[in-house]
């Protein structure tokens, strides 16, 4: 079975004209009136640069005669569409009574002397004088009848000037608009007031163009006549002729330049009864394809701004029974005077989709496809809390052990119950719709933490608590000691000097963890603003962008420890990016009341590296950092880096009086607490021995502690029960292996990104000698001459260290890497 296709030239402004000359002309017609967009698409098709002000007999000159295209269209316009129209109003005529020798014989003249008419004048006056403010030849007995003519004949005269001046201009207004609505402006406002304007409008142009006009015809005719009847003939039939023609013109453009404010308003009841019963049939069918939706007046009457009922059930209906259609219908509509309907149609789908959310796999998905930048904005609110629900989940998922699992999720947990009693509160429409969908979310994500519960009773399994592959967060306790450089940091951010800071020590010491942390070692009224400078900030492509992202963060940051900053919109920072956001800091520093601001960036040589490039320029961002030191006391800064200032020279330069603040191994005790007790009630001991060589294979480093308890629990989980809840020292030995393995991007960026050639061999060299060993500096230097700088690059990368005269690996798991 094929699947159902999109309809040609259904949910378009693109359509191709039908290739009947008669249905084409037609179409055209319609577009006029119907479908501008269509029309402009249209000409573009026909030539790039025809638009609606140009004139096809100036086109055709120009040489490009032979587009058969352009051809076709100026058949059209000046004599299909005459023709059609001019019958058209004959039936008219017929209707209210005229004796059809009458209707045909004014048909004919109409026809055939109109386009002549405008041949001629177009040759003997030149194109830009052919105007297309067309006259009624055929002015009958009765006014009525002279008013439906004149606007008949107008029509042929309107779409030849069309032709020569503007292809809009004169074709819509002279033709479609004076045919559509020519005869209900009279019918409305009667005839006197259009020959009254007529007349008015007459007698102007009388004066200009009949006087000229009876000079041309005067002299013409008085060849026969002679002059004096020639002249008189000349004057007398323009002055008729100017009349009448004015009296069509005020009909017609009288009406035309308010007609798209009342024509939709006068056929809305049709157009409700019309799209109903589309609606019905398109039920009916189950929405087979073609669907009857594509007839909808939504897709073809442009001018209609009134909301048009039930388009988006429709629209909906459409989407779940036919979703190519459906999708091609709602891109269209998203564009269109009726975008409301869209945009209900695309919140009832995201309801839809987040209502089907059946467990936590979909709901870790479901932030994936949620359009929350373009909906209304209370709807875009609520859409935003169950995308970040979604990733929250999906990253507590991401987790290697059930514990971190259930720690993440009973988050999720907490935060689902507070926003399903902000719900509760609310009598929001679109709030009433979501509510049973994030009460159904909140259940999933409880009834997932009690299975994992389960699982992990069942099979007696360790749960692990050790995070190797991201920092630690505010929500995971396993974070442990600083607490010295805490008190180290505080007493750097009361000294009056208010020297920037610089947290410095090796990759995955810690620092990041720290800065994360830092709100639980400080007052309370410091309040730490952490900004990533590996994330959106330096990936900026310009000064504004860095801006707002950094604004973002601090905002993101501030809001974790109770405080709300002001927001700052990205477009106010594209004119003077730099002079906004220090206006917006104003605004920060008022937020903050008494509390004291620390800006954390963490990674700034990523910063650095931006500058460096070229996307920032230095002295403006590094100047506005100096700036904000030095001017502004309520705010602290403090970089961290496995580089220190010194290294990077732009800087030392703008940064001055850095204060270093080193972070390095844990102190023993905070290592054994991270190994024995890293959480409450952790069920893993471990054999005295044990926990001393855990201690002599990482020298205390924290990631490394975590990195080779974490694989000595997947080890243990692995064995009997009987034996699982101890580990020995052969368990710590059997774990090294995996640990070098699963943590192999941390040691190959020691290899790879902080040392070069030489110290890759300094180290292997090393490393060779054995667990502990010594190697002399003389020893070294013999293999490795003038290789001073190396030796004290590695020393200060902290690496190895200087014993007695003679160097040794300071991290065992770091030399067993290197054999």
């Known amino acids: ?366 932030h994936r496809s949620l359009l929350t930048s373009e909906l209304e904005s209370e709807v875009s609110l609520l859409l935003r809390i169950f995308s970040r629900i979604s990733e929250d989940v999906d990253a507590a998922l991401n987790q290697a052990s059930a514990y971190n699992q259930r720690l993440l999720l009973r988050d999720v947990a907490d935060k689902l119950n507070l926003q399903l009693q902000n719900f509760a509160r609310s009598s929001d429409k679109y709030t009433v719709r979501f509510y049973p969908i994030i009460k159904s979310w909140r259940e999933i994500v409880i009834n997932y933490i009690d299975e994992l519960t389960k699982i992990t009773e069942l099979r007696q399994e360790i749960d692990s608590p050790y995070i190797t592959g991201n920092p630690l967060t505010l929500e995971q306790e396993i974070f442990t000691g600083r607490d010295e450089i805490g008190l180290r940091i505080e007493q750097l951010l009361l000294d009056r000097r208010r020297p920037p800071l610089l947290l410095y020590g090796q990759r995955r010491m810690g620092k990041t963890s720290l800065l994360n942390n830092i709100g639980k070692l400080l007052p309370s009224n410091i309040i730490p603003m952490f900004v990533d400078l590996q994330g959106a900030p330096s990936s900026a492509s310009d000064h504004a962008g860095f801006l707002y992202n950094l604004a973002r963060e601090m905002e993101k940051s501030a809001k974790k420890q109770g405080v709300t900053l002001p927001s700052l919109a990205r477009e106010v920072l594209k004119s003077d990016p730099f002079t906004y956001f220090d206006e917006w800091l104003d605004k920060v520093e008022q937020a903050l009341e008494q509390n004291t601001a620390l800006l954390a960036l963490d990674e700034f040589e990523v910063l650095d590296n931006a500058i460096t490039k070229g996307r920032f320029d230095e002295q403006d961002v590094l100047g506005m950092l100096r700036h904000l030191i030095q001017h502004r006391p309520r705010f602290k800064v403090l970089l961290a880096g496995s580089h220190t200032i010194e290294e990077y020279q732009r800087w030392a330069s703008y940064l001055i009086n850095v204060q270093v603040v080193h972070i390095s191994y844990l102190k023993e005790a905070e290592a054994r607490q991270l190994i024995e007790r890293p959480v409450k009630d952790f069920t893993l001991r471990y054999e005295p021995n044990a926990v001393e060589r855990v201690l002599q294979l990482t020298r205390c480093h924290p990631f490394l502690v975590q990195l080779l308890c974490a694989e000595i629990i997947v080890l243990k989980n692995e064995q009997d029960p009987s034996i699982r809840r101890l580990a020995t020292l052969a368990d710590v030995e059997a774990a090294i292996p995996e640990a070098l393995q699963s943590g192999g991007f941390f040691f190959a960026d020691i290899q790879n990104n902080q040392v070069d050639a030489t110290g890759q061999a300094i180290l292997r060299f090393i490393a060779a000698q054995g667990e502990g060993a010594i190697v002399s500096r003389q020893s070294l230097l013999q293999e490795f001459p003038d290789a001073d700088i190396t030796f004290n690059l590695l020393l200060q990368r902290e690496l190895i260290e200087e014993v007695d005269d003679g160097y040794r690996f300071q991290v065992e798991l770091i030399r067993r890497w290197f054999v």
Request: glycine letters at 10%.
């Open 1 to 366: 079975m094929t699947s159902p296709q999109r309809p040609p030239n259904a949910y378009t402004d693109a359509s191709q004209q039908h290739p009947n000359l008669i249905l084409g002309s037609l179409q055209l017609l319609f577009w006029l009136v119907f479908r501008p967009s269509a029309w402009h698409n249209h000409l573009k098709c026909i030539d790039l640069i025809l638009d609606t002000d140009s004139s096809l007999i100036i086109l055709l000159r120009q040489g490009r005669w032979r587009n058969l295209a352009l051809w076709r269209l100026f058949i059209q316009g000046l004599f299909i569409l005459p023709i059609l129209v001019n019958l058209l109003l004959g039936l008219m005529l017929w209707v209210l009574g005229e004796p059809i020798v009458n209707i045909a014989f004014r048909v004919v003249f109409g026809v055939a002397g109109g386009v002549a008419f405008r041949m001629a004048e177009s040759v003997a006056f030149g194109v830009a004088f052919c105007v297309a403010k067309s006259v009624a030849f055929g002015v009958a007995e009765s006014v009525a009848e002279s008013v439906v003519f004149g606007i008949g004949f107008g029509v042929a005269f309107g779409v030849a000037f069309g032709m020569a001046f503007g292809v809009v201009e004169s074709v819509a207004l002279s033709m479609a608009l004076s045919v559509v609505f020519g005869v209900a402006f009279c019918v409305t406002f009667g005839v006197a007031g259009g020959v009254a304007f007529g007349v008015a409008f007459g007698v102007a142009l009388s004066v200009v163009f009949g006087v000229a006009l009876s000079v041309v015809f005067g002299v013409a005719l008085s060849v026969v006549f002679g002059v004096a009847g020639g002249v008189a003939f000349g004057v007398a039939f323009c002055l008729v002729f100017g009349v009448a023609l004015s009296v069509a013109e005020g009909v017609a453009e009288g009406v035309g330049v308010a007609i798209n404010s009342w024509r939709p308003v006068v056929s809305f009841p049709f157009l409700l009864v019309w799209n109903y019963l589309l609606y019905r049939l398109d039920k009916r069918r189950n929405a087979k394809s073609p669907c009857l939706l594509r007839f909808h007046s939504a897709f073809w009457d442009e001018w209609q701004h009134l909301h048009l009922p039930d388009l988006d059930e429709h629209l909906l209906f459409v989407i779940e029974h036919n979703p190519v259609e459906g999708k091609a219908a709602l891109e269209y509509l998203s564009i269109s005077p009726q975008r409301w309907a869209a945009q209900a149609a695309q919140i009832e789908l995201d309801a839809r989709s987040l209502e089907g959310c059946s467990d936590v796999e979909a709901i870790r998905k479901a």
